[in-house]
């Protein structure tokens, strides 16, 4: 019988010890870890930052130290080891990695876990929260807080995107952007009021960056799609909700800070842009069912707004802090 009551939260490491450490550090202060499995999986790190991170775990309490071969054998003793830290060989992307976590704890006799990126601050208990909305949600498989960035502005949840959202708003942008505006005021979703849960929504997808599975469900539809490295995750898996009957929630009533871009600040854009573009058509064919006309437009739309207008946007960010100091 599974456990409904404790949690495994699974986070990924990849060349970031320091910042992981510092999330671990921060749940500690602010969750209650009696409850929580924490499942470290670093993504084939290079050999100082892996030195670096078996180091720095000590400060948090004790880990058994797995490899990808020892996933299948090892099983959990009295020993006062509450936390793992899984050594993967290679990085194997966001998918990929987090199924490795996700399926340990499984195979631990979990039901529940939180998925997070090592860049979220949370400054309020989050996790028993999550539960306790999951669990009143109607055919929901996977639910997330509010996300906030470090300006308070907010990250999803979002709606399911169509040609219009992938062609013509960037293209056609900026006369598409008042008109964008006020379709999202028309159509901005209704929510349920749950007793003790604040308002529940149930958008297409919530933010991957934080957010609760039902490692039940996760195990019947096939886990993560691990066919992306990057990028994507989030739409694949609600459209693989969907097709089991289930569905992603989303509530207001807990937030956390999410610090957008820093888990993978190391790399470059044109270099996530790419992957972030082979991703995106990948879920549009597999999921989608986009055809070449359409897979085309959606990849002009793509490069239009990732290569011109955001390269537009930093440029005028660039100038106001100029003209500002």
Request: a neutral charge; one cysteine or more; hydrophobic letters at 40%.
């Amino acid at each position: 019988m599974r456990d409904e009551t404790k949690i495994a939260l699974v986070v990924l490491n990849w060349n970031r010890s320091d910042l992981t450490i510092s999330f671990l550090h921060n749940i500690l202060e602010v969750e209650d870890t009696d409850k929580l499995l924490t499942i470290l999986v670093d993504n084939g790190s290079e050999a100082s930052e892996k030195q670096k991170l078996l180091e720095s775990v000590k400060s948090i309490g004790k880990f058994a130290v797995l490899g990808e071969n020892d996933i299948n054998t090892y099983r959990r003793s009295d020993d006062g080891i509450k936390n793992i830290l899984l050594l993967l060989d290679q990085n194997y992307g966001y998918s990929k990695g987090n199924n490795f976590g996700l399926k340990l704890a499984f195979r631990l006799g979990y039901k529940y876990a939180v998925i997070s990126n090592n860049d979220v601050i949370l400054e309020i208990p989050v996790v028993d929260q999550l539960l306790q909305c999951i669990e009143m949600s109607e055919n929901a498989a996977v639910i997330g807080p509010k996300i906030l960035g470090i300006h308070n502005e907010q990250q999803g949840p979002y709606e399911r995107l169509t040609l219009y959202h992938y062609f013509f708003y960037p293209v056609f942008f900026p006369l598409s952007w008042p008109v964008d505006k006020i379709r999202r005021v028309v159509m901005h979703g209704e929510y349920s009021e749950t007793k003790g849960c604040g308002r529940i929504k149930y958008p297409y997808r919530v933010m991957g960056s934080f957010m609760l599975v039902d490692l039940e469900v996760m195990e019947k539809m096939g886990w993560f799609d691990e066919n992306t490295f990057l990028y994507a995750e989030e739409p694949i898996l609600a459209e693989k909700l969907l097709k089991h009957g289930y569905r992603m929630a989303y509530t207001d009533s807990v937030y956390v800070r999410h610090m957008h871009g820093s888990s993978t600040s190391k790399m470059k854009r044109k270099v996530t842009t790419s992957i972030a573009l082979e991703s995106e058509l990948y879920y549009l064919k597999k999921y989608r069912n986009y055809g070449k006309v359409r897979l085309f437009l959606a990849k002009v739309g793509f490069l239009y707004k990732n290569m011109v207008l955001l390269s537009i946007r930093d440029w005028l960010s660039a100038l106001v802090e100029y003209i500002r100091y």
